[in-house]
Nanobody, 119 residues
Framework: QVELVESGGGLVQPGGSLSLSCTAA????????MEWHRQSPGKERERIAE???????RFEDSGKGRFAIAIDNAKNRLSLQMDNLPPEDTAVYFC?????????????WGRGTQVTVSS
């Protein structure tokens, strides 16, 4: 069973907004942390946001003031709202999550969703 599935990517004009979703195969509360990452062509994958088990969110400088996270526990879904998008935000966006299994931290990744910011 696929652990995490991202959706919501697509083409958006510069200055526009997009909301990505990460749907988990298990309750969000079973994860210690969840994160959003992205990878632009020719660049390393970078973390852009994380949310802890307690619901506290933290954003890297690339998304501060423009990105927001929301959790929908009924749908096992983590959302990333992105506003005022410049072309530099073009990337594949990935969701990841960590849970504790038999006293070991286990990380899961989704397959990503493409976001293209272009006019």
């Amino acid at each position: 069973q696929v652990e995490l599935v991202e959706s919501g990517g697509g083409l958006v004009q510069p200055g526009g907004s997009l909301s990505l979703s990460c749907t988990a195969a298990r309750p969000i509360s079973t994860f210690i942390t969840m994160e959003w990452h992205r990878q632009s062509p020719g660049k390393e994958r970078e973390r852009i946001a994380e949310v802890s088990h307690s619901g506290r969110a933290r954003f890297e400088d690339s998304g501060k003031g423009r990105f927001a996270i929301a959790i929908d526990n009924a749908k096992n879904r983590l959302s990333l709202q992105m506003d005022n998008l410049p072309p530099e935000d073009t990337a594949v966006y990935f969701c990841s999550a960590v849970r504790l299994v038999d006293e070991e931290f286990v990380a899961s990744w989704g397959r990503g969703t493409q976001v293209t910011v272009s006019s």
